[in-house]
């Protein structure tokens, strides 16, 4: 395969790639999304295997090893997005991030120690000094992915014994320091590796940045996950475009660029949904503010309680009902039934609308996962921005499994989450939560809407308060 047809198949797999971006950026054109990212994906692979075997000579070995690669990984990628729950999807999210920067730091490696073999330079020449700098700070980028993403996979499965993997902050006193100690002397070790092509300085800078990866996601708490996520996808994406500059491969750099802006993009997004500042997330400089405020714990206060039946008759003589799902409703797996509610309640006659808050659940777009999975129509999903002048309106907001992301203590100078856009379910006229206990959410905080007295709490796992509602409908 000549040069050229590798640089135009790369253009045909890159087109794909923005038009995945284009098509995922609204739930109807998702679909059409996917499959350019697969398309993409695949001419992408399969141009890179033909490349590495004419590097190699066209060698039957090579082409076994590149093809054991290709089955091995796409079986393994198949089999854990078929078999995942959904609850589950947050932490394989950080799984393949992980294995994105441990790629990275991998053939960063590679190529520091065998340049010819990527034709960066003739054997036993030295690498160019531009080269030295992508490598290793690609590697760095790389192994901060990987040890910060390990991190987060732990947080997101929880209930692990170890520490480092349990999902409420930890800090200790010089902090910050130390990261910025550890990314300077990253820096440090970078300019070494750059001056003298020393392979010492080289695993230096890995190892800081295994280290930094650590240092920076323990201090986040659960509550900020989804920023977690985000930007650790971005900084998969700036791993990859480094190395792509170091192997002069255009695909490793316009696919790395794509998914480290769109991902930086994202957590932008996902900062100002959180009421958080950008800079501080990147840092690994906030979290854990808000539990360490409240102590975690709800007070003990009297609750206006109702049983399923009661939810359904309000529901049932209701003109519109907004239904705002959170990680409760993924937990219980809920969200078939919640769709059948919901066309039972449209049969009546209700209008029904869905409500989505920007970092619901666990990672960005997770409930948005959970209603497509079942078939939710896309015309009656809204998010926040679109939906919360509707909630003055409303009859009923019935409230699955959410906590945080409608708190009106958000409203409140001086509470921990001040300024976080919520959505503003406490302005409907009644309120029907449904919770397996009073416990307060990842943000540790107490809610003020459920002592509301237009409030009716439903105790109970999601799934089966929701399909008892729905006998009590028909």
Not at 215 to 242: K, R
């Amino acid at each position: 395969m000549s040069m050229n047809v590798v640089t135009l198949l790369y253009l045909i797999a890159s087109v794909c790639f923005i038009q995945s971006l284009k098509g995922l950026s609204h739930p109807t054109t998702s679909i059409r999304g996917n499959l350019f990212g697969m398309v993409g994906m695949a001419i992408a692979a399969f141009t890179t295997a033909a490349l590495i075997v004419k590097l190699a000579g066209d060698s039957a070995v090579g082409l076994g090893w590149v093809l054991l690669g290709l089955v091995v990984g796409g079986g393994f990628g198949a089999w854990k997005a078929k078999t995942v729950e959904m609850t589950k999807m947050p932490e394989l999210v950080a799984f393949f991030h992980s294995m994105i920067g441990l790629a990275a730091v991998a053939i960063a490696a590679a190529a520091a120690y065998e340049p010819w073999a990527f034709q960066i330079t003739a054997k036993g020449g030295q690498i160019p000094g531009g080269n030295r700098i992508e490598l290793a700070l690609g590697a760095f980028i790389g192994a901060v992915t990987f040890t910060g993403s390990v991190i987060a996979w732990g947080k997101l499965s929880g209930g692990s014994k170890f520490r480092l993997f349990q999902g409420a902050p930890v800090v200790f006193r010089g902090q910050h320091a130390l990261n910025a100690v550890l990314g300077l002397a990253a820096a440090f070790f970078v300019f070494g590796f750059w001056h003298s092509q020393s392979q010492m300085d080289f695993w230096i800078v890995v190892a800081l940045g295994f280290v930094l990866g650590v240092t920076l996601i323990i201090p986040i708490g659960g509550a900020d996950m989804p920023v977690v996520v985000s930007m650790l996808n971005s900084y998969s994406g700036w791993a990859a475009a480094g190395i792509g500059f170091s192997l002069n491969n255009s695909m490793l750099i316009i696919a790395g660029s794509l998914v480290g802006s769109s991902g930086a993009i994202l957590s932008y997004i996902m900062c100002k949904a959180m009421n958080r500042s950008f800079f501080s997330v990147i840092l690994g400089g906030f979290g854990g503010d808000a539990t360490a405020a409240t102590g975690g714990a709800a007070q003990q206060r009297n609750v206006k309680s109702g049983s399923a039946d009661d939810a359904a008759f309000v529901m049932g003589n209701a003109e519109s009902v907004i239904i705002v799902p959170g990680y409760g409703l993924a937990v219980a797996r809920a969200q078939h039934a919640v769709k059948e509610l919901a066309h039972k309640l449209h049969e009546k006659g209700v209008t029904v609308k869905y409500a989505i808050h920007p970092v619901a659940g666990r990672m960005p777009g997770h409930m948005n996962v959970l209603l497509a999975e079942a078939e939710v129509p896309y015309d009656q999903v809204f998010e926040m921005e679109d939906i919360n002048a509707e909630f003055g309106q409303a009859d009923v907001a019935i409230i699955l499994g959410a906590n945080d992301v409608v708190n009106p203590a958000a409203h409140v100078k001086g509470s921990p989450i001040y300024g976080m856009p919520i959505l503003e379910a406490y302005k409907a006229k009644t309120i029907i939560v449904n919770k397996r206990s009073m416990a307060a959410g990842y943000a540790g905080l107490d809610n003020e809407l459920f002592y509301m007295d237009k409030t009716m709490m439903v105790f109970g796992d999601a799934k089966k308060v929701v399909e008892d509602m729905l006998k009590a409908v028909e």
